[in-house]
């Protein structure tokens, strides 16, 4: 259905809530000015945003406590119950990307850097399937090839 000027409901939706997609560096800058404008940059220490980031991880748990495994797109659950997940991810979210910024940390960078690390210690061939730490996955590790070393190589 079209709104005025054109737009679908689904645009602008969208639009109020800050469009399709999110930049980490968006976040920074929004959560930057958050603490800034309510003079909070004195708490946020590195040590203080991790214990917030803990605290926030612990409340994300305590979502899925006793509720044993669940399915993917968490079919049995309510409206309600999601909205509420997705405040407690948002939470960790935020507490990550402000943590990251006040250490200087261009967290997509190291999120990229991890994920090609990862894929170097767990090559395909050797551990589709598995759920194996690279350390125990069969000739991964031996003494002509050290997996840390050829990481550190490549990257």
Same mark, same amino acid.
């Given at each position: 259905m079209k709104g005025e000027g054109?737009?679908?409901?689904?645009?602008?939706?969208?639009? !109020?809530?800050?469009?399709?997609?999110?930049?980490i560096e968006e976040l920074q800058r929004k959560m930057a000015e958050f603490a800034r404008e309510r003079n909070w940059d004195?708490?946020?220490?590195?040590?203080?945003?991790?214990? !917030?980031?803990?605290g926030e991880v612990g409340e994300l748990s305590e979502i899925f406590q006793w509720k044993g495994e669940v399915p993917k797109g968490l079919p049995d659950w309510s409206v309600a119950e999601k909205e509420h997940l997705g405040e407690e991810l948002s939470d960790v979210l935020l507490y990550l990307v402000r943590l990251a910024d006040?250490?200087?940390?261009?967290?997509?960078? !190291?999120?990229?850097?991890?994920v090609k690390k990862n894929g170097l210690k767990y090559p395909v061939e050797r551990c589709k399937g598995s759920s194996k730490k690279y350390t125990q996955l069969a000739s991964v590790v031996n003494e002509e090839f050290r997996v840390d070393n050829v990481i550190d190589e490549y990257i």
């Open positions: 054109g737009n679908s409901d689904e645009d602008s939706r969208k639009e !109020a809530v800050g469009g399709g997609g999110v930049t004195q708490f946020h220490s590195p040590r203080n945003l991790l214990l !917030a980031l803990v006040i250490c200087g940390v261009d967290l997509g960078e !190291a999120a990229l850097r991890k």
